[in-house]
T-cell receptor, first 116, second 115 residues
Framework: GAGVSQTPSNKVTEKGKYVELRCDPI?????LYWYRQSLGQGPEFLIY????????DSGLPNDRFFAVRPEGSVSTLKIQRTERGDSAVYLC??????????????FGPGTRLTVL | AQSVTQLGSHVSVSEGALVLLRCNYS??????LFWYVQYPNQGLQLLLK??????LVKGINGFEAEFKKSETSFHLTKPSAHMSDAAEYFC?????????????FGQGTRLTINP
């Protein structure tokens, strides 16, 4: 079946604007993750959903960042009052089987966010 | 806390030569360890993972890695490099506790294959 998809693939915005990034996980996957990858760095964990609820949001950098998954499938990462430092590739991943520690996380291609 | 260090941000080898990408981790409990590959404009793809059991793990595309607890290492190897192996490789350590799903990634190693 289809893999994890993310839209848009690229987003350019101005400082102070609001943006939404969308993730469509693999069908049937109950666990969904968001990571942020800055230039030259490895991905950094932001938030993890199990079903509709955020099971761990300890990686969100501040209260400008928020994510939802209202029906337990598609997720939206929302960033308010964007700053130039938010520029990065935002990665989404999903996994099956209740999100056990050893479940494989399947990653989407990412959304490249540029804040001017 | 867990952490990962990948030694060498860039590695260059000739086609047909041995590939060795180094990864050392820090963990206060037995870790779960992963290698992911990222091709240009594509998502991260799992190469292999170690959870428990056999310490030599075989993955896709001829790659393998060996978990060495005494050295806190999980180096990635491939006997003979192919041009198609050129990509960015990330080592990651898994969560400490059941239910905590954070992967902690190293900074990545860019592998270049010379013809």
């Amino acid at each position: 079946g289809a893999g994890v998809s993310q839209t848009p693939s690229n987003k350019v915005t101005e400082k102070g604007k609001y943006v939404e990034l969308r993730c469509d996980p693999i069908s049937g996957h109950t666990a969904l993750y968001w990571y942020r990858q800055s230039l030259g760095q490895g991905p950094e964990f932001l938030i993890y959903f199990q079903g509709t609820g955020a099971a761990d949001d300890s990686g969100l950098p501040n209260d400008r960042f928020f994510a939802v998954r209202p029906e337990g499938s598609v997720s939206t990462l929302k960033i308010q009052r964007t700053e130039r430092g938010d520029s990065a590739v935002y990665l989404c991943a999903s996994s099956s089987a209740g999100g056990a520690s050893t479940d494989t996380q399947y990653f989407g291609p990412g959304t490249r966010l540029t804040v001017l | 806390a867990q952490s990962v260090t990948q030694l060498g941000s860039h590695v260059s080898v000739s086609e047909g030569a041995l590939v060795l990408l180094r990864c050392n981790y820090s963990s206060s409990v037995p870790p779960y360890l992963f290698w992911y590959v990222q091709y240009p404009n594509q998502g991260l793809q799992l190469l292999l993972k170690y959870t428990t059991g056999a310490t030599l793990v075989k993955g896709i595309n001829g790659f393998e890695a060996e978990f060495k607890k005494s050295e806190t290492s999980f180096h990635l190897t491939k006997p003979s490099a192919h041009m198609s192996d050129a990509a960015e490789y990330f080592c990651a350590v898994g969560p400490l506790l059941q239910g905590a799903q954070k992967l902690v990634f190293g900074q990545g190693t860019r592998l270049t294959i010379n013809p």
